[in-house]
């Protein structure tokens, strides 16, 4: 069994900046990648950043591509997003996740959500 507890979230103006980091516990923890996820009121569930846990490779969605950024440190089993040039349109529950495998897409383990709220 996978722990994630993200922390970070807050209330910001916009222009401003976060960082979000997300802690794995558990007696194995090897995953394939780690994914930040947000999901707006009304919308659907979004990925915006995944990275590969033992290359580091990365992945940034559009929106917020050039903006956010996401690491890892495999010693600590931690997984942060920097979040900088936030906007209003930020605003969401964010969440991290585990993905085991590289055979099947689907996330295994989430995080519990933490707010973030960007004000205009």
């Known amino acids: 069994q996978v722990q994630l507890v993200e922390s970070g979230g807050g209330l910001v103006q916009a222009g401003g900046s976060l960082r979000l980091s997300c802690a794995a516990s558990?007696?194995?923890?090897?995953?394939?990648?780690m994914g930040w996820f947000r999901q707006a009121p009304g919308k659907e569930r979004e990925l915006i950043a995944r990275?590969?846990?033992?290359?580091?490779?990365?992945y940034s969605a559009d929106s917020v591509k050039g903006r956010f950024t996401i690491s890892r440190d495999n010693a600590k089993n931690t997984v942060d997003l920097q979040m900088n040039s936030l906007k209003p349109e930020d605003t969401a529950v964010y969440y991290c996740?585990?993905?085991?495998?590289?055979?099947?897409?689907?996330?295994?383990?989430w995080g519990q959500g933490t707010q973030v709220t960007v004000s205009s």
């Open positions: 996740a585990s993905r085991g495998s590289y055979w099947s897409p689907d996330y295994d383990y």
């Open positions: 558990g007696r194995t923890f090897s995953p394939y990648a």
């Open positions: 990275i590969i846990w033992s290359g580091g490779r990365t």
